[in-house]
């Protein structure tokens, strides 16, 4: 089955920090997403990527997809107390349409 | 506010009980997915439904079920529960069937289930 494993598990970083999270799939993929998850509140979507070696900016925050498409790194510039909250990303992989998501980093912004 | 609304916020119940979650996607949304997730299982796909039909499975007990109206808006029926059945349950809805493509998904707020 597709196993999506992302790390680090949970980040604590000082506002104006750089980070980044992983994401790393087991077989490979047709799309990558990345969402955010505020505590106990839905998802929000963040981007998608499809193509390998593909990269996606919105406002402080860059996705990237490899080119063998098993990994992806969210990047966040610049951290701010906003961007605190679960991201959590998703895949549906080349065969099947089950969707997947990992296993989720919480991310924690010192102000 | 994605547009896709989940009711009831809250619900809780007993061992044994059945509940019903209710779920209306997007505007011209055809696709509704329903998700289930607990702290030690984390985001489980449960099952889509496309324009009324069931389009996949993941990893929904028998105990479950869900289907999907013409009006597209879509019920998870939980039965006989158990304690470990407490769990946020979003559902989300998108425009395309989930097969190729973009398949950005939109999530409502949740149902947060409590069995006592």
């Known amino acids: 089955s597709q196993e999506l494993e992302q790390s680090p598990q949970s980040l604590i970083v000082q506002e104006g920090k750089n980070l980044t999270i992983n994401c790393t799939s087991s077989?490979?993929?047709?799309?990558l997403y990345w969402y955010k998850q505020k505590y106990g509140e839905g998802l929000i979507f963040l981007m998608m990527?499809?193509?390998?070696?593909e990269e996606k900016s919105h406002e402080k925050i860059t996705a990237k997809l490899d080119e063998k498409k098993q990994q992806s790194s969210l990047h966040i510039t610049a951290s701010q107390p906003s961007h605190a909250g679960i991201y959590l990303c998703?895949?549906?992989?080349?065969?099947?349409?089950?969707?997947?998501f990992g296993t989720g980093t919480s991310l924690t912004v010192i102000p | 506010d994605s547009g896709v609304t989940q009711t009831p916020k809250h619900l809780i119940t007993a061992t044994g009980q059945r509940v019903t979650l209710r779920c209306s996607p997007r505007?011209?949304?055809?696709?509704v997915y329903w998700y289930q997730q607990s702290l030690d299982q984390g985001l489980q796909f449960l099952i889509q439904?496309?324009?009324?039909?069931?389009?996949a499975k993941g990893n929904i007990l028998e105990r479950f079920s869900a289907q999907q109206f013409p009006d597209l808006h879509s019920e998870l029926n939980l039965s006989s529960l158990e304690l470990g059945d407490s769990a946020l349950y979003f559902c989300?809805?998108?425009?395309?069937?989930?097969?190729?493509?973009?398949?950005?998904?939109?999530f409502g707020p949740g149902t947060r289930l409590t069995v006592l």
């Open positions: 439904y496309y324009n009324g039909e069931e389009r």
């Open positions: 077989k490979t993929l047709y799309g």
């Open positions: 505007s011209g949304d055809l696709s």
């Open positions: 989300a809805s998108s425009s395309t069937p989930g097969m190729a493509g973009h398949n950005e998904q939109f």
């Open positions: 990527l499809q193509k390998g070696g």
């Open positions: 998703g895949a549906l992989p080349n065969t099947g349409n089950q969707f997947y």
